[in-house]
C-alpha cells in the first residue's frame, strides 16, 4: 500500500505547477515594482512617495491569491493569476500617473481606492475557489443566475438618470458616492446561466431543425433563447446607450451557443440579428449613427472640435508614444478625456508605447487562451462551455474596447478589464480569473488513484 | 463541442492579429500623420518640455532664455520652460514673442516667429545633433540665434526715445546700421511692450494681457522701426542732391543754385518758401549746393526738383536707395518705403524735400546714411549674425551682401561732405553736434516734416547721420512723431546712440 505523503507528491508531479506560478508572480511583481519607479523617475526624477507602502499591499494581495490557490485549486493553471497580477498591477501604476504630476485630472487618491478594489477582487477569487469547489455545482443554478443577471442588467435603466448615468450611458447604481456597474457582475452570471441552459438544450439545438442552401437551419420554437438574448441585447442598447456592453453580451450568447451546438447557422443568425439591430438603433437613435460617423471620419473639422475629440486625442497620444513611448510619467495622457476609464489603453500606449502595448495585448491573450486550453481538455460539457465562454468573452471585450480607441472599429465604450479605473470591472475581472483557475484545476487534477491494486473491480475515492 | 472550441480559439487568434496589426499601423506607421493634424496638442506642447534656444545679442547679452517653470506654475499649466525676455520692452521688435498659443495672437513677428525652428529646435539642421544628443542621454535643447544688435547701442536708442516720447502719446523709431556690412546695431521702436506678459502659461492671463495692447491706440505691439512709415522731410534732400550730382559729372557741392527766398509754385496759388521764411545762402538768390544743403533750403531743393531733375529722376534715385521695394526681409519684412510720382510740377517740388506722397521708415533712414557712407554701396541690412546649436557649433552665419549700388563713389562723397557741413558748419540746422560738442565728426541731415490733413499735425522730428566722418562705423536713422524740429528731438537720439557704440563719453 502506498503511503498517503507518496501520494501527495505523485499528484504534485502530476500536474500541480504552483512552484511555476510562484515564478511567473515574481516576475509580474518586478515588473510592475520598476514601472512603477520609473513612473516616479519620469514625473519627479524620484522613487514616487510611499512606493514601498503601494508595493507592499500589492505583494500581500498577491500572495494570499496564491496561497489561495495552493489551498484550493492546486493543480489550476499556473499562468492565469500572474497575467491577471500582472495586468492588475499595471493598471495600479497606470492609476498613480494619471493622479500626478503636472496637468493631472483626476485625483491622487484614485490609486488607494483602485488598490481597495484590487484587495475586493482577490478576496472575491479566493471566496471562488473556497467556494465552488466543483464548477458544475453553478449547473444548479442556471435559472437563478439567469434571473439575477437580467435584473443586473435593467436595474439601471429603470432607476432615474442621476443615479444610473455616467457619460451618457445609463449603467451604473450610484449611492452615496460608492458606484457600482451592475453589468459588470451580470455578464459573468448570464454566462454561467447561459451554460447550464445549453447543455441541456444543445442537443435539440444541434440536431433539430432542416438543411437550407447548405446550412442547418434550427425550428422555429427553438429560436427562443437566442430571441431572448437579442431582446437583452437590444433592451441594454435602447434603455441604457451601452452599445459596446450589448455587442460583448449577444456575443458571448452567441460563441456559447456555437460551442454547444457546432452549428455554423446560429453564429450566422446571431450576427445578422446583431447587425439588424445595430443598422436599426443607429437610424432611430442619434447617439449610435453619430458612432459611425466618427468612425469614418473622424478627421473633419466639425467632428475633430466636437464627437470625435476624445478618439483622436487618444490616437494622438498613441501616435506621441511612437514605438517605445514616452516613458511612464512623461508623456501626456491627461490630454484625452476621461483616459482613465474607457481610454486607458491610449495611455499605455502613449507612455510605454508600441512595445509596450502589444506586450499588453499578448497579456490578455495569453489568459483567452489558457482559457480556452482549459475548455477544450475539460471533460464535463458545462465546463467546456463556461470556460470558452468566458474566455471568448473577455477576448470580445478587448477588442471592442482596444479596438475601439484604436479606430479598428467604430468606439463602444466599456471597461478595459483589469486596467481600467472602476472596480466593478475589476472585481468581475477577478471573479472571471476565479472561476477559470476552477475550471483548469478541474480539468488538469490527475484521476483519482485506485486504492486497491488488483482485481476487475475497482473502488475509487471522489474528492 | 472541441472542434467548435477549437475555430473558436483561431476567430479570437484573428481578432488579437487585427488588433496588433492595427496598434502597429497607428504607432509605428501613423505617427507623422497623427502628428501633423490641426491642433494636436500634444506637438504643440510637446516643444515647451524643450529647452527652446536663446537669443543674444552680438556683444554676448541673453535678451531670451528659457528657464525652468516655477513649481507651482509647472504644476498648474505642464508647460516644462518658462521663456524670459530679461530686458522686457526695450528687445521687444527684436525678440518678438513665444507664447503658449504659438507666436503670434495677433501677427507674426520677431525672431521668436522668423527661427521658430531652431529655436524649437526641430529644424532640419539639427536633426543630427537631435539625434546624438538622443543617444548620447543628452537633454535636448534648441539652438541659439545671435542677433546683429549692440546693446550699448539699442540701450541708449530705447532710453533715448522713451525719455523723449514718454507721455506724449506720440511714437518714435530708431534704427542704427554698420554701414560696410547691414548689420543691424539697433532698432527701437517706441511704445514697446513687454514680451513677459504674453509669455504668461495661463490662456487668459494672455488673452487679457494681448487684448490690453491691442487696445492702446499707440498700437505698441507694432515695431515701427520697420513697420510703420513717416514723411521724410528734409532728409529727402540726399536724394535729390544725389540725383543732382549723378545728372551731371560736373556738378559738386560748390556748384551755384538758385535759392529764391520764395518760390512760387506753377499753377497753384501756393508759394514755397524756407522754414521761418529765413533767405538761403546771402539773400542774392544764387547759393552754392553745399550751403543749401546744410541750411536746408526748401526753395533751392524745390525748384532742383521740379526744374532741374523732374519726377522721373528723382523716382529712380529714390528706388536706387531701396525706397519703392517692400522685398527687404531682416527676416522681419521691412514696410514699403514709398516715393510716389507726382503728378504735378508744383507736387514734384514738394516731394523733392520730402513732402507730398513721400513715406519713409526709420529703417530706411538709416539706410539713406549708410549707403552715403559706404561709398555708395547700400549693404543689405540684416539682423541674424549667426545661429549656435546647443553644442556651441555653428549651424549657420549671415555673410554681408550688397543690396544695390545706390550712388557712385564721387556722388557718394560730395553728399557725404555736405552732411558732414550740417553739423560742423556753424551755420549749419545741426551745428549743435558739431565735434567739439559731442567728440565725434558726425555727418547728417535734419528732416522736420509737416503731415495731417493740411499739415495740421505736429511736425514730425527726422534725423539721418553716419560717424565718424572719417571713417564710418555707424549709420543712425531717427524718426520722432510729433518731435518738432529734426536738430530738437532727432538729432540728439542719434549722437546719444552714436556716442553709446563708439564709446565716447
Same mark, same amino acid.
Given at each position: ?153 435593467? %436595474?439601471?435603466? *429603470? #432607476? ?5 448615468? /455616467?457619460? $451618457? @450611458?445609463?449603467?451604473?447604481?450610484? =449611492?452615496? &458616492? ?85 452549428? %455554423?447557422?446560429? *453564429? #450566422? ?5 446583431? /447587425?439588424? $439591430? @445595430?443598422?436599426?438603433?443607429?437610424? =432611430?437613435? &442619434? ?99 463556461? @470556460? ?76 | ?505
Amino acid at each position: 500500500m502506498p503511503t498517503p505523503a507518496a501520494s501527495q507528491d505523485e499528484r504534485l508531479a502530476a500536474g500541480g505547477r504552483r512552484r511555476t506560478e510562484l515564478t511567473m508572480l515574481m516576475f509580474a511583481v518586478g515588473i510592475v515594482a520598476f514601472a512603477f519607479a520609473e513612473t516616479g523617475y519620469g514625473l519627479f526624477n524620484t522613487l514616487p512617495a510611499k512606493i514601498f507602502e503601494y508595493l507592499l499591499v500589492y505583494i500581500l494581495l498577491v500572495a494570499v491569491a496564491h496561497l489561495a490557490m495552493r489551498r484550493w485549486a492546486p493543480f489550476a493553471d499556473p499562468l492565469l493569476l500572474p497575467l491577471g497580477a500582472l495586468l492588475n498591477g499595471l493598471g495600479l501604476v497606470m492609476m498613480y500617473r494619471l493622479g500626478q504630476g503636472a496637468g493631472h485630472k483626476i485625483a491622487s487618491s484614485t490609486v488607494d481606492i483602485q488598490l481597495l478594489y484590487s484587495a475586493i477582487g482577490i478576496g472575491c477569487l479566493v471566496a471562488v475557489l473556497a467556494l465552488i469547489r466543483e464548477p458544475r455545482v453553478l449547473q444548479r443554478y442556471t435559472y437563478t443566475l439567469g434571473a439575477v443577471g437580467l435584473v443586473l442588467i435593467a %436595474t439601471p435603466a *429603470l #432607476l432615474p438618470a442621476s443615479i444610473s448615468e /455616467v457619460s $451618457g @450611458a445609463k449603467i451604473q447604481i450610484a =449611492l452615496g &458616492g460608492f458606484t457600482v456597474q451592475p453589468e459588470e457582475f451580470a455578464k459573468l452570471a448570464l454566462a454561467a446561466s447561459f451554460a447550464g441552459y445549453l447543455v441541456v438544450k444543445r442537443d435539440v439545438l444541434a440536431l433539430a431543425g432542416r438543411r437550407v442552401l447548405g446550412i442547418d437551419l434550427p425550428r422555429a420554437r427553438d429560436l427562443g433563447p437566442i430571441l431572448a438574448a437579442w431582446g437583452v441585447s437590444l433592451l441594454l442598447l435602447v434603455f441604457e446607450s451601452d452599445i459596446g456592453t450589448s455587442a460583448v453580451f449577444m456575443g458571448l450568447f452567441v460563441a456559447m451557443l456555437y460551442i454547444a451546438t457546432s452549428r %455554423t447557422s446560429w *453564429l #450566422l443568425i446571431g450576427f445578422l440579428m446583431f /447587425v439588424f $439591430g @445595430a443598422f436599426l438603433a443607429s437610424k =432611430l437613435f &442619434g447617439h449610435v449613427g453619430e458612432r459611425f460617423d466618427i468612425w469614418l471620419h473622424p478627421y473633419t473639422s466639425k467632428n475633430l472640435v466636437d464627437h470625435s475629440f476624445q478618439l483622436v486625442q487618444g490616437m494622438e497620444g498613441m501616435g506621441y508614444g511612437g514605438l517605445l513611448g514616452k516613458g511612464l510619467g512623461a508623456g501626456m495622457p491627461y490630454k484625452t478625456p476621461l483616459v482613465q476609464s474607457d481610454f486607458i489603453f491610449t495611455a499605455f500606449g502613449e507612455e510605454i508605447g508600441l512595445a509596450g502595448v502589444m506586450a499588453i495585448l499578448l497579456i490578455y491573450g495569453l489568459i483567452v487562451q489558457r482559457g480556452m486550453r482549459t475548455a477544450i481538455s475539460v471533460k464535463d460539457p458545462f465546463s467546456k462551455l463556461l @470556460a470558452g465562454g468566458l474566455s471568448f468573452m473577455l477576448a470580445l471585450q478587448v477588442f471592442v474596447i482596444v479596438g475601439g480607441v484604436t479606430r479598428l472599429i467604430p468606439l463602444t465604450g466599456i471597461t478595459t478589464p483589469f486596467l481600467s479605473q472602476g472596480g466593478s470591472s475589476l472585481v468581475a475581472s477577478w471573479i472571471m480569473i476565479g472561476l477559470l483557475a476552477r475550471l483548469s484545476d478541474t480539468a488538469r487534477r490527475p484521476p483519482p488513484r485506485p486504492i486497491q491494486d488488483e482485481g476487475l473491480t475497482q473502488v475509487v475515492t471522489l474528492k | 463541442m472541441n472542434r467548435a472550441l477549437k475555430r473558436l480559439s483561431i476567430a479570437v487568434l484573428v481578432m488579437f492579429l487585427l488588433l496588433l496589426i492595427n496598434v502597429n499601423y497607428l504607432q509605428g506607421f501613423q505617427t507623422a500623420k497623427l502628428a501633423g493634424l490641426p491642433g494636436n496638442s500634444r506637438t504643440f506642447y510637446s516643444q515647451f518640455q524643450y529647452q527652446r534656444g536663446d537669443i543674444e545679442t552680438s556683444d554676448g547679452v541673453t535678451i531670451a532664455k528659457s528657464v525652468l517653470s516655477s513649481a507651482a506654475d509647472y504644476a498648474k499649466y505642464a508647460i516644462k520652460y518658462q521663456r524670459t525676455y530679461p530686458s522686457g520692452p526695450e528687445y521687444a521688435p527684436v525678440t518678438g514673442y513665444n507664447t503658449i498659443f504659438g507666436h503670434t495672437p495677433t501677427g507674426e513677428t520677431g525672431i521668436e516667429y522668423y527661427e521658430d525652428a531652431v529655436l524649437n529646435g526641430n529644424d532640419s539642421s539639427l536633426t543630427v545633433r537631435n539625434f546624438i544628443d538622443m543617444i548620447t542621454g543628452k537633454q535636448r535643447k534648441g539652438a541659439s540665434v545671435m542677433v546683429t544688435i549692440n546693446s550699448k547701442a539699442q540701450a541708449a536708442a530705447y532710453q533715448a526715445l522713451s525719455s523723449k516720447l514718454q507721455g506724449t502719446g506720440h511714437v518714435g523709431a530708431v534704427v542704427a546700421l554698420d554701414p560696410s556690412t547691414g548689420k543691424i546695431l539697433a532698432m527701437a521702436s517706441y511704445p514697446s511692450y513687454d514680451p513677459n506678459q504674453l509669455a504668461v502659461h495661463s490662456g487668459s492671463q494672455l488673452t487679457a494681457n494681448d487684448n490690453a495692447l491691442l487696445k492702446n491706440p499707440a498700437n505698441p505691439l507694432l515695431n515701427k522701426a520697420i513697420g510703420a512709415t513717416f514723411a521724410p522731410g528734409s532728409t529727402f534732400k540726399i536724394v535729390t542732391s544725389s540725383a543732382f550730382f549723378d545728372k551731371n559729372a560736373g556738378n559738386n557741392p560748390q556748384t551755384m543754385v538758385s535759392s529764391p527766398n520764395q518760390l512760387v509754385l506753377p499753377q497753384t496759388r501756393n508759394v514755397l518758401v524756407n522754414d521761418g521764411g529765413e533767405t538761403c545762402g546771402d539773400g542774392s538768390g544764387t547759393t552754392t549746393l553745399i550751403q543749401a544743403f546744410l541750411q536746408s533750403c526748401n526753395t533751392t531743393f524745390g525748384k532742383l526738383g521740379m526744374s532741374v531733375l523732374g519726377a522721373n529722376a528723382l523716382n529712380a534715385t529714390a528706388g536706387a536707395f531701396g525706397m519703392n521695394s517692400s522685398s527687404l526681409n531682416i527676416p522681419m519684412p521691412v514696410a514699403q518705403s514709398n516715393y510716389v510720382i507726382p503728378p504735378s510740377l508744383a507736387t514734384t517740388a514738394y516731394s523733392a524735400i520730402g513732402q507730398f506722397s513721400d513715406t519713409v521708415t526709420a529703417m530706411q533712414e538709416a539706410m539713406f546714411s549708410a549707403a552715403i557712407a559706404n561709398q555708395g554701396k547700400l549693404m543689405k541690412p540684416y539682423l541674424i549674425q549667426q545661429v549656435i546649436a546647443s553644442d556651441l557649433s555653428t549651424v549657420r552665419a549671415t555673410t554681408p551682401t550688397l543690396l544695390n549700388q545706390a550712388v557712385s563713389p564721387s556722388v557718394a562723397t560730395n553728399v557725404a561732405t555736405m552732411m558732414n557741413a550740417v553739423t560742423q558748419n556753424q551755420g549749419g540746422t545741426a551745428a549743435q553736434f558739431n565735434t567739439a560738442a559731442t567728440g565725434v565728426d558726425i555727418a547728417g541731415k535734419t528732416g522736420t516734416a509737416q503731415n495731417g490733413v493740411n499739415n495740421g499735425n505736429t511736425n514730425d522730428a527726422v534725423f539721418t547721420s553716419f560717424a565718424p566722418f572719417g571713417n564710418p562705423k555707424i549709420a543712425v536713422g531717427v524718426i520722432i512723431q510729433g518731435g518738432g524740429y529734426g536738430a530738437v528731438a532727432a538729432a540728439p537720439i542719434a549722437v546719444q546712440v552714436i556716442k553709446a557704440y563708439l564709446g565716447i563719453r
